[in-house]
Structure formats: C-alpha cells, structure tokens
C-alpha cells in the first residue's frame, strides 16, 4: 500500500539522491498533507501499475532541496496547495505540452506558460456556532465588506493572517480591484478574539468552545472534522455551520490546489500520465467525494454551491506582494 511506500521511500529520498528512474515509478513531492492525496495515490497505482514513492514536507524545504539537486534530482511531480509559491519557482519547472488534458480545461485553471495546471478548488469559509443561544443573537456576514462592521470585531478566530491561506484570500480580494471587499484588511487584527495559534482546525475547535463567535478556515477542515476518528471533533463540528462569503460582485474567492512537473524529472512520461488521471472525471468525483474539495472539470449532477471568481486565481499572482505588505503592516 501507499503508506508502507512512503515509510520506506522517505530515508531515501532524504538522506541520498539514490533513486533510479524505472519506467513503473513515479517520485511525487507533495506539500499537501498526506491525508490530503493519500485516496488519488492509491487509485493510480491500481489503474497504471506505477509504483507512486511519495515525499511529503514543508513546501520551502522541498523547493530548496528541488533546486540544490538540479539534474540530479529525482522529484517528477510538485502537488502544491500554494499556487503563488509553486509560480515564484517556475524555473524549478517545465512545460506540460504534450498533457492530454490541458486542452480541456478552461485557461483560468492553467498557467499561461504551461508550467502549472489546477486539480481542484478551494475557499475560506465563515463559520459560526448552531448552539440555540449563540445561533440566535450572532450577526452572520455574507460578504467580505461587512468585515468592517462594528459588531464583528474582537470576534474572530483565525489562523496567523501571514499563512499562505490567508495571503492568498488576501491576494484574491485585492485582484477583484473594489474597494468594498479590501478596506478591512489594514485593520485585519481588530477582527480577533484572541491570538492566532495552531491550524485551521484549530479555529473550529476554538468556535464551537465559545472563544470566539466566528472563524475562518478552508471549508474541507469542518468535514474532514465531521468524518473524523476523533469523537470529540466529531462532535464539536457537529455544533457548526458553514458560510460562503461574497465579494461585492456576489463571487466567492477561490483558490486552487496544483500539479506541475519538475525541470529535470526523470519519469516525464509517467508524470504526464498522473496529472492526466488527477483530471479524469472519476478522480474529480474522488476529490468532491472523499476530500470534498471542489472539482475543476464539469462532473454530471454536481454544482458548485456558490459562483466561484475564477479569473482572480491566476489575476492575484499579481497581488501577492500587496497582500505581503498588508499582512506586515
């Protein structure tokens, strides 16, 4: 199975650059938790064959081991769920022409040079607490201007502001170029209830325990907590609702998680073929079913639940060292 692959190719992969391409193998660098891709690894292997050798990690400490390997290196394929960090390193990259499925997806899911295409979608959802009393007398925003409202401050929980998350809801908003959807976000720290600490989950804990009337937090976190093992997240999930926030032309901030082939990767072929299935119709219907992410190619009988803003995906790039400078103010 995946798992004991990724026990056994982790020292590999880390400690030497002793892997040998082999024509069934694929090496895959995923900043994504494991958790996270762990149901398409696995339904690749059964549908090519390819053994899949998976290293996961924090994004900056792949990269800086990417581009210290150079022709060395063994990685084929980047999963990034930052898509400004995966762009700011396109020279760690190549170009996917001869990807089947990259004419069939809309330009706003693709890099206009052919270094990253986007497998599913995401967004930062409000959330507030079910519970009867609170339920009743809490304000719900609907759209992001109404983050400057007087009775939502000192009530949020969010993660550090500086998390790539955020930056990049940030980066979204300020593409959208209206005012009524930024002005809050230079008084962004008046919004909280208390430090940031900890994850996205975390937030949802801190919710549904009454430290806070709001938080924020990419919507997949509450199911994987409603799906959870853990009984007690399980429960706390339970006493929450989920929110999509507008932008002021009634669109919702997406972001996206993304694959791209690395420069020198040594099984191109059999990297072409993955990203290729990630796009297959039936492996977005995993995405939509097992980790309730949002698919990126038209699947019959399911609706996105909001109209997404799909031009600022590629248009916040723009804006990302904007939203740096806003989150360092």
């Known amino acids: 199975m995946i798992k004991s692959k990724l026990c056994c190719f982790y020292p590999i992969l880390l400690l030497s650059t002793q892997v040998l391409a082999s024509d ?29 050798n998976l290293v996961n990690g924090k994004s900056t400490f792949l990269l800086s081991r990417l581009k210290a390997d150079g022709t060395d290196s063994r990685a084929d394929v980047i999963l990034s769920s930052d898509l400004a960090q995966l762009s700011a ?14 004419s069939v997806l809309p330009s706003v899911f693709k890099d206009p040079n052919q270094r990253w295409i986007s497998l599913s979608m995401r967004t ?5 607490r079910e519970d009867s009393q609170s339920h009743k007398t809490t304000f719900v ?25 955020n930056k990049t809801l940030f980066a979204s908003l300020l593409s959208g170029k209206n005012l009524q959807d930024t002005q809050w ?15 996205d989950r975390d937030q949802l804990r801190a ?53 791209a082939i690395a420069k020198h990767a040594p099984n191109k072929k059999n990297a072409l073929a993955f990203i290729d299935f990630l796009l297959q119709p039936q492996t977005q219907k995993m995405y939509a079913q097992l980790l309730n992410e949002f698919p990126v190619v038209a699947i019959d009988g399911y609706q996105l639940p909001f ?3 799909l031009e600022n995906i590629n248009l916040s790039l723009e804006y990302t060292q904007k939203a740096h400078d806003i989150l360092s103010l």
């Open 124 to 128: 930062r959802a409000l959330f507030t």
């Open 207 to 259: 919710l549904a325990k009454g430290q806070c009337h709001y938080a924020l937090a990419n919507h997949y976190y509450w199911h994987m907590m409603k799906q959870s093992n853990n009984k007690q997240d399980v429960k706390l999930a339970s006493q929450l609702a989920m929110h999509f926030l507008q932008m002021a032309n009634g669109q919702t901030p997406v972001s996206t998680t993304t694959a």
């Open 185 to 199: 976000m230079t008084t962004a720290n008046q919004l909280l209830a208390k430090r940031p600490s900890g994850g």
């Open 89 to 102: 390193h396109r020279d760690l990259l190549q170009p996917m022409t001869e990807l089947k499925g990259w």
């Open 141 to 165: 925003p609907t759209q992001f201007a109404q983050f400057s409202a007087p009775q939502v401050q000192g009530k949020f929980c969010v993660r550090d502001w500086r998390h790539s998350y």
């Open 24 to 52: 069934d193998e694929l090496n895959v660098y995923s900043f994504r938790k494991y958790e996270l891709i762990k149901p398409m690894l696995q339904a690749f292997e059964q549908h090519s064959g390819v053994k899949v």
């Open 307 to 309: 109209k997404p803003a």
